[in-house]
């Protein structure tokens, strides 16, 4: 398995695989993104003897003010998305791919690593990024339907 930049002539790969992410019904709210929706986004994918099996992906910012992790104007970097197909799941796929946006972030100067994290199955959600990846967490945004 190879963690590499996403090639321009990939678009359309992933934004198949981001189809099939929507299709699995994972997650509230998540809508297909277009070919053209990538083009201009540093996409890290996981290549499989030259299939993609798995992508992720998001950019840098500030901090727009002082925060309990992060003080004002502190670089960030904020992940986006990521997915790996349902058949190569714990297998560490996705696992690489954090490692890898963690260390470009990092490489580039960003102090905190973010990402808003959506998934009907939570608990499997907080395992994946809190107690295997070591991510804080900080807050959760609720919701309960009221009709």
Same mark, same amino acid.
């Given at each position: ?11 359309? #790969?992933?934004? %198949? ?7 699995? +019904?994972?997650? +509230?709210?998540?809508?297909? #993104? ?5 083009? %201009?986004?540093?996409?890290?994918? =996981?290549?499989? +003897? ?18 309990? !992790? =992060? ?11 990521? !997915? ?20 470009? =972030?990092?490489? %580039? ?11 009907? +199955?939570?608990?499997?959600?907080? %395992? ?12 959760? !945004? ?6």
């Amino acid at each position: 398995m190879k963690i590499r930049f996403a090639k321009k002539t990939e678009l359309k #790969d992933i934004s %198949n695989l981001n189809s099939i992410f929507v299709k699995e +019904n994972c997650c +509230n709210n998540i809508v297909a #993104d277009s070919e053209e929706y990538y083009a %201009n986004k540093k996409i890290l994918v =996981a290549d499989l +003897n030259g299939k993609i099996v798995g992508y992720a992906y998001g950019d840098f910012s500030k901090e727009t003010s002082t925060r309990s !992790y =992060a003080k004002a104007n502190d670089k960030l970097f904020e992940l986006e998305e990521m !997915y790996v197909l349902p058949e190569f799941r714990n297998l560490g796929v996705g696992q690489k791919l954090f490692k890898h946006i963690e260390m470009y =972030a990092k490489h %580039n100067g960003a102090k905190t690593l973010r990402l808003n994290a959506v998934s009907k +199955n939570y608990k499997s959600l907080l %395992n994946f990024y809190i107690d295997i990846l070591g991510m804080e967490f900080i807050s959760a !945004y609720l919701i309960k339907k009221l009709d």
